[in-house]
C-alpha cells in the first residue's frame, strides 16, 4: 500500500503521471539492457556467420590455388601437340596431355589452351604440328573439324580482345583451312617468346605475308598486361549499398585495425609463386615415317630435338571485354617471349567454382555473394531466393559480412558478402521470452499500482466522508436526546407530550444502536477476523425473528410491512448466524426507508423462496424511485453514497450496504439488486443445507 504521506493530496489523474514516470525510469533502463542483450546476440549471430564466410573464402582460395598449382607445373612444352619423353636421343615423342579433346580442364570452365609468340601469332595443343597427317596421329576427320572450330573460336576471342596478331590461318589439313579477321591491335612494349613446337600457322601467299608482317611489327604482347575496359560486368562495388559497421567491428575485435581497408588481403600470398626455370626438349621438326598406330606414343624418324633452358612465370588473371578469363604466363626462351595460358568461361568457372560451394553453406538462406573483379561486380548470388543472379548492383543491400580478395594470381577477384536476413542467435529466443514477460510485468505492475494507489485515495476520500457522516449521524439524534431529556427533567412537558418525548428518544436511541452495530461489524470485517457462530437454522424461523425486530421500525416510519415465504422455503434449512442474518435484513430494512420516504406506495416487503434444489433467495423490495443502472454496482463499496455529504438529503453513513455484501459472502452467499419498476429489490442468496 501507498504511504498515507504520498497519497495525501494527489487525485487520480496526478497519481496516474506519478506510476508512469516511476514506471518510466524503470522501463528506460530495463529497454537499454535488453536491447543491448539483443544487440550482442546480433553481434554473436553475425561474428559466427561472418567465420563461416571466411572459412569458406578460405577453402574456394585453397581450391584453386591447388588447381592453379597443377596447371602452373606444367612444362613449357605441354602447349604443343607433341612433346618428347625420356632421353631425347631416342627420338620418342607423344601427345600432350593439353592436346586431349575434349579439352583436359586443370580449371573449371577451360574453354582450351593457347600460345602466343612474339609476333602475335597464335598456337593451342588440341591442333597438330603444320604439315603433319592427322589420321597418323589417331585423329579422325569429324574429330579434326571439332578440333580445329575449338581453336578458331579460342583464337576470335582472343583476337577479338586484341590479344593476338590480327589475322592467321590455323589448321590446315586436307583442304580444312580457315581463316580468320579481327581488329587490329594497338602497339605497345615488344616482348620475348618461347616454344615454336605445337604451332600450326599455314603457309600464306606472298602478298598475304607482306600483310601480315606489317602488322606484326605493329604488335605487343604487352596488351596482356593493360586489359583493362570490361562491359560485360554487372555493375560497380562502390555502387553496393552495404553498412559496414558489423564488419568493422569484428575487423578491430580480430586486431586487425579500424585503418585497415575493408578490401586488403587476408590471405598470404600464395606460396611458390616465382620464377622459375626447367631444361626442356622439343621436337622441331616433325616428319612422319610410314603407318603410325593409333596411340599415345609416336615414333619418328629424322626427328630433330632440340635442348634448351625456359625461364617462367607465374601466372596472371585478367577478365576480358567479352567476359571471359584468361589465365596466362609469360615464358621466356632464348631471349624471346611466349604466352602461355588457357581461356575460361566466366560464368562456368564461377559457379563451379565459387557458387557451387556457396549453395552448399547456410550463408546461401541469408546473405548475397557478390564475385567483383577490382571494382567491377561480374556475377552476383541471391540468397532471397533460388534465383542465381540479381539483376543489378543496385539490387545488393544490407549488412556488410565479410569481404576478401583470394590469393595472387587471383587476387585481382574479391569475394563479398551481405547480409540480408540474419538468423537469430541462439539466446533471441529466451530474450524474446524474457522481454515479453518483463513487458507484462511493467503493464501489469503499472495498472496494479494505479488501481492500488486509485482505492487507497477513494478509501481516504471514503473516510473523510465517513467521519463527517458519522459525526452527523451521531450528533443528530445525541442533541436531539438531549434536548429532549432535560425538557422532561425540567418538567416543561405535560403528560401527553410526554409520552412522545420518550418515544423520540427510543427511536434515536435504537437508531445509534444500529450505527453502532455497523461500525462494530466494520471493525471485524475490516480487521478480517470475523467471528460467526454459523448453526443450521429453519428458515421460517428466521423470518419470524426477523419479522417481529423489524416490524415497529417500518410501522414508526410510517410504511406497511409485508412479510411471505413459500411452504418450500420455511422448511429449509441453512447455516446461519442469526444475528448477522438479522443485521442483513435490518439494514437492507432500513435502506428501502431512507430513499423511498416520497413513494406513493409505502410498502416494504420482505420475501423467501427456494431458488431450484440449491440456494434461499431473501428478497427487500420498496416502491421508490430505483437505483441507476451506473450505480447499481458501486452501492455495495464501503463508504460509496450516492450523493454528495454536503447536499444528500437522506441520513447515512455509506456503511450499511457494504456491510449486507461483507456478511453475505461471510456466510457462503450473495447479494444482487435489480431494478424491479417502480422502486428496487435487494435478493440475499444463501445455500440449503
Known amino acids: ?35 543491448q542483450a539483443y544487440s550482442q546476440l546480433k553481434w554473436e549471430a553475425f561474428h559466427q556467420y561472418r567465420g563461416v564466410a571466411e572459412e569458406l573464402t578460405g577453402r574456394i582460395d585453397s581450391r584453386l590455388n591447388a588447381m592453379i598449382r597443377t596447371a602452373d607445373a606444367r612444362s613449357f612444352a605441354d602447349y ?77 576471342v582472343l583476337a577479338d580482345n586484341r590479344l593476338v596478331q590480327s589475322r592467321s590461318q590455323v589448321g590446315r589439313r586436307g583442304g580444312l583451312t580457315s581463316s ?11 616482348k620475348d617468346a618461347a616454344g615454336t613446337a605445337g604451332a600450326f600457322r599455314a603457309r600464306r601467299p606472298v602478298a598475304e605475308e607482306e600483310e601480315f608482317a606489317a602488322l606484326s611489327r605493329e604488335y605487343s604482347q604487352q596488351v596482356f598486361d593493360d586489359v583493362n575496359e570490361r562491359k560485360n560486368v554487372i555493375g560497380k562495388v562502390s555502387d553496393l549499398k552495404l553498412d559496414a559497421d558489423l564488419q568493422q567491428k569484428s575487423e578491430e575485435l580480430e586486431g586487425e585495425g579500424a585503418k585497415e581497408q575493408p578490401g586488403d588481403l587476408a590471405f598470404a600470398s600464395s606460396p611458390g609463386r616465382f620464377k622459375r626455370k626447367e631444361q626442356i626438349a622439343l621436337a622441331e621438326s616433325v616428319r612422319p615415317d610410314g603407318n603410325v598406330p593409333a596411340s599415345n606414343v609416336v615414333a619418328l624418324r ?26 596466362f604466363r609469360k615464358v621466356w626462351r632464348d631471349g624471346e617471349r611466349y604466352i602461355q595460358g588457357l581461356l575460361l568461361d566466366q560464368e562456368a568457372f564461377v559457379q563451379d567454382i565459387i557458387g557451387a560451394r556457396f549453395r552448399e553453406t547456410a550463408l546461401s538462406t541469408m546473405s548475397d555473394l557478390i564475385v567483383a573483379y577490382e571494382d567491377d561486380v561480374i556475377q552476383a548470388f541471391s540468397g532471397r531466393d533460388d534465383s542465381s543472379y540479381s539483376s543489378g548492383s543496385g539490387a545488393v543491400d544490407g549488412t556488410l559480412l565479410y569481404r576478401n580478395r583470394l590469393t595472387a594470381p587471383l587476387n585481382s577477384l574479391e569475394l563479398i558478402f551481405s547480409i540480408n536476413r540474419l538468423p537469430p542467435g541462439a539466446g533471441a529466443g529466451v530474450l524474446a521470452w524474457v522481454s515479453l514477460i518483463l513487458a ?3 503493464v ?51 403528560e401527553e407530550k410526554r409520552q412522545s418525548y420518550y418515544e423520540f428518544i427510543h427511536d434515536e436511541s435504537e437508531r445509534l444502536s444500529k450505527l453502532i452495530a455497523n461500525v462494530l461489524q466494520l471493525a ?80 416494504i416487503e420482505v420475501n423467501s423462496r427456494l431458488a431450484g ?47 449486507v455484501h461483507q456478511l453475505a459472502l461471510a456466510m457462503n452467499g450473495g447479494v444482487d439488486l435489480v431494478n424491479a419498476e417502480p422502486g428496487a429489490e435487494f435478493r440475499v442468496r444463501f445455500p440449503v443445507n
Open 302 to 327: 629424322d626427328l630433330r630435338i632440340s635442348t634448351f633452358e625456359s625461364e617462367i612465370d607465374p601466372f596472371e588473371l585478367k577478365l576480358l571485354d567479352s567476359g571471359h578469363i584468361v589465365l
Open 444 to 494: 501489469g505492475g503499472f495498472v496494479v499500482l494505479y488501481r492500488l494507489g486509485s482505492s487507497q485515495i477513494n478509501l481516504a476520500r471514503q473516510q473523510q466522508d465517513f467521519v463527517s457522516a458519522v459525526s452527523h449521524e451521531l450528533k443528530t439524534p445525541l442533541t436531539s436526546i438531549r434536548m429532549y431529556g432535560e425538557m422532561l427533567k425540567e418538567g416543561w412537558a405535560d
Open 1 to 35: 500500500m501507498l504511504p498515507k504521506r504520498l497519497i495525501t493530496g494527489f487525485d487520480k489523474g496526478r497519481l496516474r503521471n506519478f506510476i508512469a514516470l516511476f514506471f518510466l525510469a524503470l522501463a528506460v533502463p530495463t529497454a537499454v539492457l535488453i536491447w
Open 80 to 156: 604443343t601437340f607433341l612433346i618428347v619423353t625420356g632421353d631425347p636421343s631416342a627420338n620418342f615423342v607423344q601427345r600432350s596431355p593439353l592436346s586431349a579433346y575434349p579439352v583436359a580442364e586443370d580449371l573449371p570452365g577451360v574453354l582450351g589452351y593457347f600460345q602466343v609468340d612474339t609476333d602475335g601469332s597464335f598456337s593451342t595443343p588440341i591442333l597438330p604440328p603444320d604439315g603433319t597427317d592427322a589420321a597418323s596421329l589417331g585423329i579422325g576427320e569429324e574429330e579434326f573439324a571439332a578440333r580445329l572450330k575449338l581453336a578458331q573460336d579460342i583464337q576470335v
Open 524 to 603: 471485524k470485517i475490516t480487521r478480517n477476523d470475523p467471528q460467526f457462530d454459523l448453526k443450521p437454522m429453519n428458515v421460517g424461523e428466521l423470518m419470524s425473528n426477523t419479522q417481529s425486530k423489524i416490524s415497529n421500525q417500518v410501522e414508526r416510519s410510517g410504511f406497511e410491512l409485508h412479510v411471505e415465504s413459500d411452504d418450500v422455503a420455511r422448511q429449509a434449512t441453512i447455516a446461519m448466524d442469526e444475528d448477522c442474518f438479522a443485521q442483513i435484513i435490518i439494514n437492507l430494512v432500513d435502506n428501502a426507508i431512507k430513499f423511498s420516504r416520497d413513494a406513493e406506495k409505502k410498502v
Open 440 to 442: 507484462v510485468v511493467f
Open 180 to 190: 580468320v579477321a579481327t581488329p587490329a591491335m594497338s602497339p605497345g612494349e615488344e
Open 613 to 659: 434444489d440449491d440456494y434461499i433467495v431473501f428478497s427487500v423490495r420498496d416502491f421508490g424511485p430505483g437505483i441507476p443502472r451506473d450505480q447499481m454496482k458501486k452501492i455495495f463499496q464501503l463508504f460509496y453514497r450516492s450523493e454528495s455529504e454536503l447536499t444528500r438529503e437522506t441520513v447515512g453513513t455509506g456503511i450499511g450496504l457494504a456491510i
